[in-house]
C-alpha cells in the first residue's frame, strides 16, 4: 500500500542570471522553454517581478531571507552573511522539514563565529546558508560535476579553467559567431544533466516522506557556451541586437557608473575568463551569437526542467508540490553596451517568477498572470504562508498566497524597490575610477509604471519616464521641469526606507508587567 506523506513537498527552483523577458510562452521571439509553458497553464506567472539587489550572494541572500539588501547587508559576492539573521532554510526546519540544497546559495559565513584558521576564511567559497544540508553542493568551481566528467573519460587537466573551453578542431560555419562553437562535453554530460540526474536519484527515495528542496541551475549564467544540439538552438540573424546608442562613449554620458561597467566590458576577461573577448568592440555577428548562445543554454535549462516535472508527475507528488521557478538576477545581454547585471537598468533586475500551486484553492487562476509588482523577498514569506507558518519580523517581504488563491488584497504596493552595492573592496577598481570611498558604492531604485528614480549615495541621481522611454535611455534628472517628479520619487524612496528599516525589536516594550510584543 503506498504511504502518503501528511506534509507537502516544497520545490524552490531558481535559474542563474535569466531574464524576466526570456520566456517563450511570454511572446519572446527566439526563446523555446516548452517544459515551463506547459507549467504556467497551470500556476500563476508573475509578470513584473523584480530581484532585490546584484550580483549572484547578494540576490540569493535577498531571495531566502526575505530581507532587502539595507537589513541584510551581504552586498558583494564574499561579504559575510551576520549569522543573526533567520532564512528560508532555518524556518522550514522548525516545521520539521530537512531543507536539502542542489547547487549553490553563494552564501560567506559570518567570520566572528570561526576560527581565524577556518578553511572557509581562507578563499571565497561560496558556501551554503545555514539550515541547508547538501545532498549536492556544486559551487562555481563545480568540482563533483568535473570528478563526473573525468570519471567518465573527459580530458580536463586543469579543472574548471578548462571544462568551458571551446570544443578543438570544430568547424564553425561563416554565419555563425565564436561562441556557436560548442563544449568537448556532451548534452547528457553538461553540469545541468550531472544536477538534476542527481536530484532524481534523491527523489526515488522519498516518494513517501515529504521533502523541501531548493535546486538552482546554473545557467543560464556566463560563460557562455553550449552543448551540442543546445549551440544551434537560435540563428543569430534571427536575433534583435542590443538597444544602445551610436557610440559606447555616447552611451557613458549618461552616468559615470555606466561609462565605468562600459570600460569594465571592453577587458577582454571581464565577462568571460575561458574565452575572451572584448564586447564593447565586438562585430554584430559576435554580438548576435552571444545572445543566441544565451537563449540555447535557456533551453538547455528548460529541458531539464521538464524531466522534474515529468517525474514529479509519473510518481503522484506533483499534486502535493508547491514548485516556484525563478531567477537571482538578469543579464543585460548587451543593451546600453553592457554584458552581466551590475548595473541600474531593468535588464539586470526584471526576473521570471511562475509559481505552482497544487492545492484546490488555487484552481481558479490556474493559468494567468499576475502584472502587479512583485519582489524576490515575496518568495519566502509565500513558502511560509503555504505551509502555514507566520512570518519572521526581520522579514521585508510579503506573501504571494492571495494572488494564488485569487483571494482580495487591500494593500499592496506600487512600485518595486532595489539596490546594488557595487564596491571592490580589495581591488578598489571603481572607488578609483569614480573618486569616490568604498561606503559611497550605492544606489537604491524606486521603479513604478510611470517612472524609474535611482539615488546614489555620492554621484548624479537619475530619473527616465518609463511610458515614453521604457529602454531608459534619457535621463530627465536635473531637468526644471521634472523638479518635482524627481523630488516626489525621491521622497518615496526615503519613505521606503524609513518604513523598512531593520524593526525586529522595535514594537517589544519591556516595562511594569512584563514584556509586551505589538503586532502590526
Given at each position: 500500500m503506498k504511504v502518503v506523506p501528511d506534509k507537502p513537498n516544497v520545490l524552490l527552483i531558481c535559474a542563474d542570471q535569466w531574464r524576466g523577458d526570456c520566456i517563450g510562452a511570454l511572446?519572446?521571439?527566439?526563446?523555446?522553454?516548452?517544459?515551463?509553458?506547459?507549467?504556467?497553464?497551470?500556476s500563476v506567472t508573475f509578470t513584473r517581478h523584480y530581484g532585490q539587489c546584484t550580483p549572484c550572494g547578494p540576490s540569493r541572500t535577498s531571495l531566502l531571507t526575505g530581507m532587502y539588501l539595507m537589513n541584510h547587508r551581504s552586498g558583494r559576492n564574499g561579504t559575510p552573511l551576520d549569522a543573526r539573521h533567520t532564512n528560508l532554510a532555518l524556518e522550514a526546519r522548525k516545521l520539521g522539514y530537512e531543507p536539502s540544497l542542489f547547487g549553490y546559495t553563494d552564501t560567506t559565513p559570518d567570520p566572528r563565529l570561526l576560527h581565524p584558521n577556518d578553511p572557509s576564511l581562507k578563499a571565497y567559497d561560496e558556501g551554503v546558508l545555514p539550515g541547508f544540508s547538501t545532498p549536492l553542493h556544486?559551487?562555481?568551481?563545480?568540482?563533483k560535476w568535473i570528478s563526473h566528467l573525468k570519471a567518465l573519460g573527459y580530458d580536463i587537466p586543469g579543472g574548471r579553467a578548462d571544462v568551458f573551453r571551446p570544443r578543438p578542431q570544430f568547424d564553425k560555419p561563416a554565419d555563425r559567431g565564436f561562441r556557436f562553437i560548442p563544449t568537448s562535453f556532451?548534452?547528457?554530460?553538461s553540469e545541468t544533466a550531472f544536477l538534476t540526474d542527481e536530484f532524481l536519484k534523491w527523489l526515488l527515495v522519498r516518494e513517501a516522506k515529504p521533502w523541501f528542496a531548493h535546486f538552482v541551475f546554473f545557467r543560464p549564467h556566463p560563460p557562455f557556451i553550449a552543448p551540442e544540439p543546445y549551440n544551434a538552438a537560435v540563428h543569430p540573424n534571427d536575433v534583435s541586437f542590443p538597444v544602445r546608442k551610436e557610440s559606447p562613449e555616447l552611451e557613458g554620458k549618461q552616468h559615470p557608473l555606466l561609462a565605468h561597467e562600459i570600460s569594465n566590458v571592453a577587458r577582454t576577461d571581464s565577462f568571460d575568463e575561458h574565452n575572451p573577448m572584448n564586447l564593447v568592440e565586438a562585430d554584430d555577428l559576435e554580438i548576435r551569437q552571444m545572445k543566441s548562445t544565451y537563449f540555447g543554454l535557456i533551453e538547455e535549462m528548460d529541458h531539464h526542467l521538464g524531466r522534474i516535472i515529468s517525474y514529479l508527475e509519473a510518481t503522484g507528488q506533483l499534486e502535493r508540490t508547491l514548485i516556484i521557478v525563478t531567477s537571482d538576477h538578469a543579464e543585460m545581454l548587451g543593451d546600453h553596451y553592457v554584458w552581466g547585471k551590475e548595473i541600474y537598468f531593468d535588464g539586470s533586475f526584471h526576473l521570471p517568477l511562475v509559481i505552482f500551486d497544487p492545492s484546490r484553492a488555487a484552481d481558479a487562476t490556474r493559468g494567468t498572470r499576475v502584472d502587479r509588482f512583485t519582489e524576490a523577498i515575496d518568495i519566502m514569506p509565500t513558502i511560509l504562508d503555504w505551509l502555514g507558518a507566520g512570518k519572521p519580523r526581520s522579514v521585508d517581504g510579503h506573501s504571494l498566497v492571495h494572488f494564488l488563491h485569487g483571494t482580495a488584497v487591500e494593500h499592496w504596493r506600487d512600485a518595486v524597490f532595489f539596490e546594488h552595492d557595487f564596491r571592490n573592496v580589495r581591488s578598489q577598481r571603481v572607488e578609483k575610477a569614480l573618486g569616490i570611498s568604498s561606503d559611497e558604492c550605492s544606489y537604491a531604485v524606486v521603479r513604478d509604471s510611470r517612472f524609474k528614480y535611482i539615488h546614489f549615495t555620492s554621484l548624479p541621481p537619475l530619473l527616465f519616464d518609463l511610458t515614453t522611454d521604457p529602454t531608459e535611455m534619457n535621463n530627465l534628472a536635473g531637468r526644471r521641469e521634472y523638479a518635482a517628479v524627481e523630488l516626489s520619487y525621491a521622497q518615496k524612496l526615503l519613505s521606503w526606507r524609513l518604513l523598512n528599516q531593520e524593526r525586529v525589536l522595535t514594537n517589544m516594550h519591556i516595562g511594569e508587567g512584563g514584556l509586551y510584543v505589538h503586532s502590526p
Open positions: 511572446g519572446h521571439p527566439n526563446v523555446r522553454t516548452h517544459n515551463l509553458d506547459q507549467l504556467m497553464k497551470k556544486l559551487p562555481e568551481d563545480m568540482g556532451k548534452a547528457e554530460h
